[in-house]
DNA sequence: TTTCGTAGTCGAAACGTTTCGTATATTGCA
DNA sequence: TGCAATATACGAAACGTTTCGACTACGAAA
């Protein structure tokens, strides 16, 4: 391949010059910068990253770490992300983590080994231990996505989670519900305890009590939480309505009903905490708590770019999404 | 951050040795590998990919291309590409080409200047101008997925399109369909003319014909092949199955449907080509032709790291997946 | 006319590796 | 005991850039 080298030849002037040209580092000639472009087209010269970004030390690298880039939710945020890097010049880097924090450091080496010139990480713990062992592995701006980690001094990008279990709660609550119940993610991960605890206020402040019993598991997977619901679902009293913390808990909770014969909603009100783009087709529809996925994201990688261009490093207050509710068919009042 | 000169000077040795045991490119003593890599924890050091890749000329870095990550379909994709290539020690680079040729180009470029070790292309035309204008764009081993491209000597790894498009209307045919049209995608992609051409076929073979009107040009886009299958469905006589090129499609159509107020299957027949994995929540529930993606994703980079690993460089015949009818409640058999 | 500042260009060093030829120590064998 | 062969370790060059100090012209100010 053609180096810098061979574009300077071609030109007839120094290899510094047609650096100062590709680079607008320095002032050049208009003669020399025509001459220059004539050989870069000539020799179809394509710049080096690698060489580029060894001599300089920046390598306008991001690195994105996702639970699954096969979750469409997750995927959506890779689309934007790439989005967003494509136009400022940066390349972005997607990798997941499979909500593993054994995966998620093995991600994290391979970031640090392409030299990343920053991250956004949506991660897979919390706690301030996790935040600990990430402490030493992140030595780039980084940007949080979907919640805080204890410890970890980044900007944070998340939406209300807490407001998200509350209004998914109240919805319920409004339509007459006493014995409602949640199907959460793993304990020690902020979006599940924060709509957790939001669904939890939100009982306990319409003076509803929420059986041990009526809590399931579900791991953020949509067979952990088909399995999870179906337990819970064979409570008695059954829950007439379900929580799901996440897109694919909805639809564990959904095939749950299914498997056991309960019609949404006659039998089970079903709501679900993020949307789904195919909800018109689906059956039930699911009401739902929807997030401003795109928007945070784009915010995320927009901030990300600003503190490694060194626009505006300091760091920022957290910035914080409103959740909304999204009535459709898997909600109605409780059998009589 | 430590270098590879710090682990040396810490192990007491030389930074080629140090080289040698990172790389067990050399014998070297057990004593000397024992400091080495008590230094290498010592001094957290971390491979510089840039200047490894700088000085031996190889990258391992993989690009993959595909039309839209947000596309459930192809996240799958990434997602298996991702594996594989963590565990053969590389690491994955995916972006959107939009199915726009400028795009792909745009990322293709990208892929050159980081001097990706390999590429898989799901290509965004197919013809041989297109070939043509691929193959100096193209400058290292590739697996093109999904389908060919007239003039590129790669290997390729896809599905029997035409295979597809017949099950497809074959189905149909079998419920009594007499009225059968489709909704495409681009004209001059492989994927969308030889399952439109299977499915032309199946309906020559069992004496139909296929009325132009019929057939709607949807673009592989949600919002598109809605309105095409609309202008499709305000035809007269009216199809009473429509097949859909894609997953994308798929949804259009369906959606279409349901803006005119016809129910499927009563009104209209739909099969789609792609699965979901959403398939049991939706309404109604697609037939769908579908095809083994992951297997194929798996497939392409297996090759792919087997040609850049130099085991088996040989250009190998075309891999090709058969595809399989799933019945579903999106057909019966046509209106009396 | 002299001096100074500035636009334009150049050359060489440096970034962190790998690679390869060379040097040294050790072993096996005559 | 001596010598070839082998096993280890080393040093320096090179990969393709960016960066920075230095040099040359030339026009403006004194």
Avoid at 102 to 122: D, F, K, Y
Avoid at 190 to 215: E, H, K, P, Y
Avoid at 248 to 266: K, N, S
Avoid at 321 to 329: Q, Y
Wanted: hydrophobic content about 45%.
């Amino acid at each position: 391949m053609a180096t810098i080298k061979d574009v300077a030849r071609q030109a007839g002037v120094a290899i510094s010059t047609v650096s100062a040209v590709l680079n607008r580092s320095a002032p050049v000639s208009q003669d020399v910068i025509d001459r220059v472009q004539a050989a870069i087209a000539k020799t179809g010269y394509t710049p080096h990253a690698a060489a580029r970004s060894l001599r300089s030390g920046r390598s306008r690298l991001i690195g994105l770490v996702v639970p699954n880039i096969a979750n469409p939710h997750f995927a959506m945020v890779a689309r934007e992300v790439e989005n967003v890097c494509l136009r400022a010049g940066y390349t972005s880097m997607v990798y997941s983590s499979g909500q593993d924090p054994r995966r998620e450091s093995q991600v994290l080496t391979m970031m640090r080994v392409q030299r990343v010139a920053g991250l956004i990480l949506i991660p897979t713990r919390s706690d301030a231990g996790h935040g600990a062992a990430l402490i030493d592995q992140i030595n780039v701006p980084t940007v949080l996505l979907d919640m805080q980690v204890e410890g970890l001094p980044f900007d944070v990008v998340k939406s209300d989670n807490a407001a998200a279990g509350r209004l998914a709660a109240e919805h319920l609550i409004g339509l007459g519900h006493k014995h409602i119940g949640m199907i959460v993610g793993i304990p020690g991960l902020a979006t599940s305890d924060d709509r957790q605890l939001g669904f939890t206020q939100a009982l306990a402040q319409n003076g509803l009590a929420c059986d041990r019993s009526w809590i399931g598991r579900g791991e953020f997977d949509m067979e952990q939480a088909r399995t999870a619901a179906k337990k819970v679902l064979y409570a008695a009293p059954r829950p007439t309505a379900l929580v799901a913390v996440s897109n694919m808990t909805t639809l564990g909770v959904l095939l749950a009903a299914r498997d056991l014969g309960l019609a949404v909603p006659r039998d089970l009100s079903v709501v679900g905490i993020d949307d789904f783009e195919m909800a018109a087709l689906m059956d039930p529809q699911p009401t739902v708590v929807s997030t401003p996925v795109r928007e945070m994201a784009r915010a995320s990688i927009e901030r990300l770019l600003d503190i490694v261009d060194k626009k505006n490093a300091a760091p920022q207050a957290n910035r914080i999404f409103e959740p909304a509710l999204i009535v459709r068919s898997s909600t109605s009042r409780p059998p009589a």
